[in-house]
């Protein structure tokens, strides 16, 4: 999966919460953690232009109303 986000801060992007949340507002995602399973998410990272290496994102912080994220690199 691919999405955009865009540097706010110096080490901080915005952007979508279904981005570091998939599984967030999936009627199928929900109703699997309602069975128990757990959502989890294992990378994610961010590419810049002109810069061959991707930066590890981390520290997501999520909305608990709107889709919206930020998260450190």
């Known amino acids: 999966m691919s999405a955009t986000g865009f540097v ?3 080490g901080l992007i915005a952007t979508n919460r ?5 599984w967030w507002d ?15 998410l294992e990378r994610l990272v961010a590419f810049f232009p002109e810069v061959s290496a991707p ?3 981390r520290q997501p912080a999520v909305s608990s109303y709107t ?3 930020v998260v450190r690199f």
Do not use: K, N, T
């Open 8 to 10: 706010v801060a110096p």
């Open 26 to 40: 999936d009627e199928h995602d929900e109703e699997l953690i309602r069975q128990g399973y757990v959502a989890r």
């Open 67 to 69: 889709d919206v994220a």
């Open 55 to 57: 930066f590890e994102l």
């Open 18 to 22: 279904h981005v570091v949340q998939p």
